[in-house]
């Protein structure tokens, strides 16, 4: 298993400043993930982050607006960019041990509010 | 490319009545399936998963889901709910075309009334 924790568990934030958000993991793991929860819907994965190469973006999100870092196997950031309104969701750290058929363990995740 | 369908946003259930939360999923190829159950301002915690094998999978707190290749369906079930399984279940899949991606439904909101 593994014990993922975030920072910041929330913040509000004005329009056009940027955030970052840590995810701290209790074990080495390859593959992490970051997600977005908009209110009252489901996750939607922004990114894959694996140590040692560069993020890959899902197809509507981009690098410029969210930015990732992977310096180690516990730990990744997530940027918020440049923010709306249209980005205060929740967003989920997420990694997997193993391969598909491996459980996802999920961060508390960080709420954000942008005004 | 794999989607997941949940046929329920909503289900209000009486507490000791059974439930079933719908799931539907579609994908050219094997997929790995798993419920996932988040509780009011936390994050999601795994209830069962559905690798291979038994198509009758257990979960934690008395769910279990039935795989049902010729339906493409992953429903969950439990024979009597409490109060406190009020909350969003999210089915996914992962493996297959979509790798190591894991696609989440859009969440069904179970609601146990006393």
């Known amino acids: 298993s593994a014990v993922i924790s975030q920072k910041p568990s929330r913040d509000i934030c004005q329009r056009g400043t940027s955030l970052t958000i840590q995810c701290q993991v209790d074990s080495q793991v390859t593959m992490m993930f970051w997600y977005r929860q908009q209110p009252g819907q489901s996750l939607t994965l922004i990114a894959t982050a694996n140590q040692g190469s560069e993020a890959t973006y899902e197809s509507g999100f981009v690098i410029d607006k969210f930015p990732i870092s992977r310096p180690n196997l516990t730990f990744s950031t997530l940027t918020v960019s440049n923010m709306s309104p249209e980005d205060s969701s929740i967003y989920l750290c997420?990694?997997?041990?193993?391969?598909?058929?491996?459980?996802?363990?999920f961060g508390p995740g960080t709420r954000l509010t942008v005004l | 490319a794999q989607s997941v369908t949940q046929l329920d946003s909503q289900v209000p259930v009486f507490e000791e009545a059974p439930v079933e939360l719908r799931c539907n999923y579609s994908s050219s190829v094997s997929v790995y399936l798993f419920w996932y159950v988040q509780y009011p301002n936390q994050g999601l915690q795994l209830l069962l998963k559905?690798?291979?094998?038994?198509?009758l999978v257990k979960g934690i707190n008395g769910f279990e889901a039935e795989f049902n290749k010729s339906q493409t369906s992953f429903h969950l079930r439990k024979p009597s709910v409490h109060i406190s399984d009020t909350a969003e279940y999210f089915c996914?899949?992962?493996?297959?075309?979509?790798?190591?991606?894991?696609?989440f439904g859009a969440g069904t909101r179970l609601f146990v009334k006393a």
């Open positions: 997420s990694v997997r041990i193993g391969g598909a058929t491996d459980t996802q363990y």
């Open positions: 559905y690798l291979s094998g038994s198509t």
């Open positions: 996914a899949v992962s493996g297959g075309g979509g790798g190591f991606k894991t696609i």
